[in-house]
C-alpha cells in the first residue's frame, strides 16, 4: 500500500515537473524571440546599454563573442536536457515502470542542470574580465533591474530563490 503510494506520489510530482516548463515555454516560444520588432527593440536596448557602460569596441567584439560561445554552449545542454525529458516522459508512461532508469535519467537531468549553472557562473566571470570594476557594477545593476522585470511578468510563475 505504502509502495503504491510512494508511486503516485513520484508520478504527480514528475508530471507537475514536465507540465510546468512546458506551459512556461509555451508561453515564451520562438514565436516571441523570432518577432522582428522585437530583435530590433533588443538590439537598440542592448547598444544603449554598451554607450551607457562607455564600453571600448574590443569590449564590445568581447562581450559578443562571449555572449556567442555561451549561448551556443548553453543550446547544446538545453537540447539534452529536453531530450531526457522525453525520455522520463516515455518511461512514465509504459505499464511497468522501471524506477531505477527513472532516477538514472533524473539524475542525469540534474547534471545537466548543474552544467548550466557552472556555464551561467562561467559567463559571469568571463564578463567580468571583460568590463572595468565600474562598468560591471554597472552591468550588474541593469541585470538586476531586468531579473526584477522578468519576475514581475506574466506567465513567469518559476519562483526565483533569490
Known sequence: ???????????????????????????????????KAFVEKKDAKMQQFFQELNLTEEQKKLLNDNKNKHREQMKIIFQQKKDKMALIRQEVQKNELDMEKIIQI?????????????????????????????????????????????????????????
Do not use: W
Request: proline share 4%; glycine share 6%; with cysteine.
Open 1 to 35: 500500500m505504502m509502495r503504491k503510494f510512494l508511486v503516485m506520489m513520484f508520478l504527480l510530482i514528475g508530471m507537475f515537473g514536465l507540465v510546468v516548463p512546458a506551459v512556461c515555454a509555451a508561453s515564451s516560444g520562438p514565436a516571441l524571440r523570432q518577432d
Open 106 to 162: 533524473n539524475n542525469e537531468l540534474k547534471e545537466l542542470e548543474s552544467k548550466m549553472l557552472d556555464l551561467m557562473l562561467q559567463g559571469i566571470l568571463d564578463v567580468r574580465k571583460i568590463l572595468t570594476a565600474e562598468q560591471f557594477k554597472k552591468f550588474m545593476e541593469q541585470a538586476e533591474k531586468h531579473r526584477r522585470h522578468f519576475d514581475n511578468t506574466p506567465g513567469a510563475s518559476i519562483p526565483s530563490n533569490r
